[in-house]
């Protein structure tokens, strides 16, 4: 069965530095998310993207924070100056024309 | 305004039913999501419903809508230990992006 992929599963850095989380959507999904989980609270949207274009952003999603879809396959959230506060689980979700929204099992940003 | 509110958390006995409850916000054309969520695991999409549907059962769960209260529930038949986890609703806002706005999450405890 199809599934949404992330890597890497954990990425520790120091702040300041610059991170890129990679995800590979469903193949023939047309819509992807980022969103995020800072440990023990909600599940809170970032960004959405959306024929090679962000279509809706959240106030968390900043000028630090950018998205990318290089090719076919991928797509990356980069942070480009990483804060204490990013620390978080950072989830990647898809979508076909219907509505049913799949995630990826995230990556763990921790910021120290 | 975007807020989706669960209860924290909840106990049951194994083989019992479960009942995890969620208020919504009224936005037009929404579809309301349950999403499970295991340690450390990512999010795994459970089951949804059409906000113009009254109920929707699939095997062990069924889905019940009160549109009037606008407040959602997810009734787990004949819990498991396996069904520990948390428990999210979520609501997709058709009128932007597609986006899901969850709520803080209902941890659901099964004692043997």
């Known amino acids: 069965e199809p599934e949404v992929t992330q890597t890497p599963s954990h990425q520790v850095t120091q702040m300041g530095q610059e991170v890129i989380l990679r995800c590979v959507p469903i193949?023939?999904?047309?819509?992807f998310y980022w969103y995020r989980q800072i440990l023990g609270q909600k599940v809170e949207f970032l960004v959405s993207f959306y024929n090679n274009e962000i279509s809706e952003k959240s106030e968390i999603f900043d000028d630090q924070f950018s998205v990318e879809r290089p090719d076919g396959s991928n797509f990356t959230l980069k942070i480009r100056s990483t804060k204490l506060e990013d620390s978080a689980m950072y989830f990647c979700a898809s979508k076909a024309g219907n509505n049913e929204q799949f995630f990826g099992p995230g990556t763990r940003l921790t910021v120290l | 305004g975007e807020d989706v509110e669960q209860s924290l958390f909840l106990s049951v006995r194994e083989g019992d039913s479960s009942v995890i409850n969620c208020t919504y916000t009224d936005s037009s054309s929404t579809y309301l999501y349950w999403y499970k969520q295991e340690p450390g695991a990512g999010l795994q999409l459970l089951t949804y419903i059409f906000s113009n549907m009254d109920m929707k059962q699939d095997q062990r769960l069924t889905v019940l809508l009160n549109k009037k209260d606008k407040h959602l529930s997810l009734r787990i038949a004949d819990t498991q230990t396996g069904d520990s986890a948390i428990y999210f609703c979520a609501e997709m806002w058709v009128d932007s992006s597609y986006k899901l706005i969850f709520g803080s999450g209902t941890r659901l405890l099964v004692r043997p």
């Open positions: 193949s023939n999904h047309l819509y």
